[in-house]
């Protein structure tokens, strides 16, 4: 498995998964994307320097996305996003994340009670943090 930099030529894997709900119903949106708004989306984000994207592959298989989002290089933190495409979830990729993010050091450190509504119920977010001496990979 690696991580490689999002490209254009991988839009049309992104396509398919912000419109299926059963994947965008975990990231807190719905399902309606076009290919030209994700084409334009594309081309606005590619030099903000708040977020990065990054494709997980497997043997030159489309796996999934990691996002890096709001980065704030002068507190040093960010928030991290995964999408793993459908085909793949359940395989240990990232499903369920919080297991993975436990063992590597990840604290929780709080829930925001019903953060999201997706599939037409309310859902909680857990907050998780770690420090850089606290990362065990």
């Known amino acids: 498995m690696k991580l490689?930099?999002?490209?254009?030529?991988?839009?049309?894997?992104?396509?398919?998964?912000?419109?299926?709900r059963k994947v965008m119903?975990?990231?807190?949106?719905?399902?309606?994307?076009s290919f030209d708004e994700l084409q334009i989306l594309y081309d606005r984000h590619i030099l903000d320097q708040t977020e990065r994207?990054?494709?997980?592959?497997?043997?030159?298989?489309?796996?999934?996305?990691?996002?890096?989002?709001?980065?704030?290089?002068?507190?040093?933190?960010?928030?991290?996003?995964?999408?793993?495409?459908?085909?793949?979830?359940?395989?240990?990729?990232?499903?369920?994340?919080i297991h993975i993010y436990k063992k590597i050091g990840f604290i929780p450190e709080g829930t925001l009670r019903q953060h999201f509504f997706a599939e037409g119920e309310y859902h909680d977010s857990l907050m998780m943090g770690i420090f850089p001496h606290e990362f065990t990979f």
Request: no cysteine; charged share 30%; glycine share 4%.
């Open 53 to 97: 994207r990054f494709v997980v592959e497997e043997n030159d298989r489309f796996i999934g996305v990691v996002e890096l989002m709001d980065i704030d290089t002068l507190h040093r933190h960010t928030e991290i996003q995964i999408i793993i495409h459908s085909e793949f979830q359940g395989h240990g990729y990232a499903q369920a994340a």
């Open 25 to 33: 119903a975990l990231w807190f949106e719905e399902p309606y994307t």
């Open 4 to 20: 490689r930099p999002l490209e254009k030529r991988d839009l049309p894997y992104i396509y398919e998964q912000e419109n299926s």
